[in-house]
């Protein structure tokens, strides 16, 4: 079993920045790709960013530029910088990790961008 915990959400002025945090506990040796999604409210679940155990990384186009996903595998944590936040990257953020057979994520955590 994986464990991931959030935290780095708030509410943050359009053109602000918020850096997410989520830290892997558990089997963590299992852990190869982890990753950001994000659910805004009446919308489905999407993928914000992704990076994978040798550091490899993915994103949306619509974070291209602003969002940065890194990885700290000696801290079993991965973090979600976010720069030039705009009012659409409101949503709950949720954190996962993909593991050997299965994937986890996290308890999500609030992000609010005000105009």
């Known amino acids: 079993q994986v464990q991931l915990v959030e935290s780095g959400g708030g509410l943050v002025q359009a053109g602000g920045s918020l850096r997410l945090s989520c830290a892997a506990s558990?089997?963590?040796?299992?852990?190869?790709?982890m990753g950001w999604y994000r659910q805004a409210p009446g919308k489905q679940r999407e993928l914000v960013a992704t990076?994978?155990?040798?550091?490899?990384?993915n994103s949306a186009d619509s974070v291209k530029g602003r969002f940065t996903i890194s990885r700290d595998n000696a801290k079993n944590t991965v973090y979600l910088q976010m720069n030039s936040l705009k009012p659409e990257d409101t949503a709950v953020y949720y954190c996962?990790?993909?593991?050997?057979?299965?994937?986890?994520w996290g308890q999500g955590t609030q992000v609010t961008v005000s105009s």
């Open positions: 558990g089997s963590v040796f299992s852990i190869n790709d």
């Open positions: 996962n990790a993909d593991a050997l057979t299965r994937r986890y």
């Open positions: 990076i994978s155990k040798g550091g490899s990384t």
